[in-house]
Nanobody, 122 residues
């Protein structure tokens, strides 16, 4: 089992920045690819960003490309999502996810955090 705990959400104005963190425990962190997903009110959960075990490979949804950056610190068992130039449409619950593997993946994640709310006001 992998336990994931997100933090860093909040209420910000459009154009602001925010950094989310996800602390992992329970298994060897470097064995897992990590990702961030988000779910806006009334919508399905969607992929936002993913990173390989080393952080050397990343993928982004078109909606966040160029504004969001995913990174990880394997010494701290933590993955981050740096969000810049936030827009009201970025408002969502953001979830951290993990799956075993050494590549970068956009789906089929096995472990999920409880989510952290990000609200962007216009």
């Amino acid at each position: 089992q992998v336990q994931l705990v997100e933090s860093g959400g909040g209420l910000v104005q459009a154009g602001s920045s925010l950094r989310l963190s996800c602390a992992a425990s329970g298994r060897t962190f470097i064995d897992y690819a990590m990702a961030w997903f988000r779910q806006a009110p009334g919508k399905e959960r969607e992929f936002a960003a993913a990173t390989s075990w080393s952080g050397g490979s990343t993928r982004y949804a078109d909606s966040v490309k160029g504004r969001f950056t995913i990174s990880r610190n394997n010494a701290k068992n933590t993955v981050y999502l740096e969000m810049n130039s936030l827009k009201p449409e970025d408002t969502a619950v953001y979830y951290c996810a993990a799956r075993k593997g050494y590549n970068v993946y956009v789906g089929s994640y096995d472990y999920w955090g409880q989510g952290t709310q990000v609200t962007v006001s216009s």
